[in-house]
């Protein structure tokens, strides 16, 4: 597609939910990021893939994040047993090589009540 | 890690009148600095992006400027127009973390017309 869709858009749970957020990056995109954006706050990394490996996971903040990009593509980011604190934006962008900008895509809305 | 602040947090300016935002970094290793623009319930779009081995870059209306001396970088918007309202992040890559942007907590500008 032409630009990085994100599905839900929005998503409420109720804690102790597993929910599961969806990220379509550009085609031919070879590293995609996931970040977290808390109301008023600047977007935080999460995790990194480059093609399927995921090289970086250092900003999950807990055991109970889990992302993956099984085929190098579409990407999940899992969340299970979910707190309000987890309440946020999640982003996910991807980049065509490491270095670019990325292109975000527009966010899920997660609410967890 | 690296640690990217930014001010003002928010800004009124005036349509017609030049807007700049500021933005310090902590690691002289940091080589890339993008500016994003945010608009409301859409994610952080791409404007305008330097490199730690330029010094200014314009685009348009739109200009950046990076002293890498004091570690310290700005976006200048001239002859704003209500459409620039939004909420604009500085970033800054840190080249040993692999491909983790750090982003600043965000300015919100609003043109009056």
């Known amino acids: 597609g032409a630009g990085v869709s994100q599905s839900p858009r929005y998503k409420v749970a109720k804690r102790g939910q597993d929910v599961a957020l969806r990220c379509d990056p550009i085609?031919?995109?070879?590293?995609l990021f996931w970040y977290q954006q808390a109301l008023g706050q600047g977007p935080e990394f999460l995790t990194y893939f480059q093609n399927e490996a995921q090289l970086d996971k250092s900003g999950l903040p807990s055991d109970r994040f889990f992302a993956e990009r099984p085929e190098g593509s579409v990407s999940t980011l899992k969340i299970q047993r979910t707190q309000q604190e987890d309440s946020a934006v999640y982003l996910c962008?991807?980049?065509?090589?490491?270095?670019?900008?990325?292109?975000f895509g527009s966010g899920t809305r997660l609410t967890v009540v | 890690g690296e640690n990217v602040e930014q001010h003002p947090s928010t800004l009124s300016v005036q349509e017609g009148d030049s807007a700049v935002i500021k933005c310090t970094y902590s690691d002289s290793a940091s080589n890339y600095f993008p500016w994003y623009k945010q608009e409301l319930g859409k994610g952080p779009q791409l404007i305008i992006d330097i490199r730690s081995n330029v010094g200014e870059k314009k685009d348009q209306r739109i200009a950046v400027t990076l002293n890498k001396t004091a570690k310290h970088f700005s976006l200048h918007i001239t002859e704003t127009q209500p459409e620039d309202s939004a909420v604009y992040f500085c970033?800054?890559?840190?080249?040993?973390?692999?491909?983790?942007?750090?982003f600043g907590t965000g300015t919100s500008l609003t043109v009056i017309p």
């Open positions: 962008a991807s980049s065509l090589r490491q270095g670019h900008g990325y292109t």
């Open positions: 085609s031919g995109h070879v590293s």
């Open positions: 970033a800054a890559k840190l080249v040993s973390t692999g491909n983790q942007f750090y």
